[in-house]
């Protein structure tokens, strides 16, 4: 039987919502992390925190192969090395001036990072493409309610209009708010996307008031 390493992971973003020379930042669960990707396609994860001065390097910019901060222009590269610092042209940075890296997988259309030394690898969702992400104001466990599903390592299930569908939820960078990614069939016409697109609203609406009422109650 294959290992599960699901809780390993974390699915921080959908593919398509990170373009080629794009920063985002993301939550995993030990740390607050920058989602970058190079011009030639590959993803990489840093710790969100310039080792200058504390800048959040997910307010940086993308440029090449590299990742720069906002601040004095400091430019990491995906090893984590400093690569560059603007204001001694000259220096060639000192080893030890480094950002954590952390694991990444892209897989399915879903873009996964890791704290864990060996993960293993990332959960796979074949058959499935992802459709778009929300933020909302509830737990997983509401939303599981919500569906009346189960939730497995921040998994759940789901059907649409008898499409098969699937959230991928996670703790997003901001306190207390949830991110959750819907996954549908890959094959899904432009009516399903739109039904699914509506049924994940629906959904937030009435998860959002579920929690409410609980606070209420
Ligand atoms: S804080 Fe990042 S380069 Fe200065």
Not at 5 to 12: E, G, I, R
Not at 125 to 146: D, K, M, N, P, V
Request: glycine residues 8%.
């Amino acid at each position: 039987m294959q290992k599960d390493f699901s809780a390993a992971w974390t699915p921080v973003a959908l593919s398509a919502d990170l373009p080629v020379a794009y920063v985002i930042p993301a939550r995993i669960e030990t740390a607050d992390v920058a989602v970058w990707r190079a011009e030639d396609g590959t993803v990489s994860a840093v710790a969100d925190r310039c080792p200058h001065r504390g800048m959040r390097l997910s307010h940086g910019f993308v440029r090449g192969e590299a990742l720069s901060c906002i601040y004095h222009g400091w430019r990491y590269g995906k090893t984590g090395h400093c690569l560059a610092i603007p204001a001694h042209p000259g220096l060639r940075p000192p080893e030890a001036i480094r950002v954590t890296v952390y694991r990444v997988a892209e897989r399915d259309g879903v873009i996964w990072v890791s704290a864990t030394e060996e993960p293993g690898e990332a959960p796979a969702h074949e058959g499935f493409t992802g459709l778009r992400s929300i933020t909302l104001s509830a737990t997983a466990e509401t939303l599981a309610g919500c569906l009346n599903s189960a939730l497995r390592h921040g998994t759940i299930d789901w059907k649409i209009d008898e499409m098969k569908a699937r959230l991928l939820t996670t703790p997003s960078s901001e306190e207390g708010i949830l991110l959750a990614h819907l996954l549908i069939e890959a094959g899904a016409t432009q009516s399903q996307k739109r039904s699914a697109s509506i049924a994940l609203e629906a959904l937030r609406r009435a998860a959002e008031a579920a929690v409410k009422q609980g606070e209420a109650a």
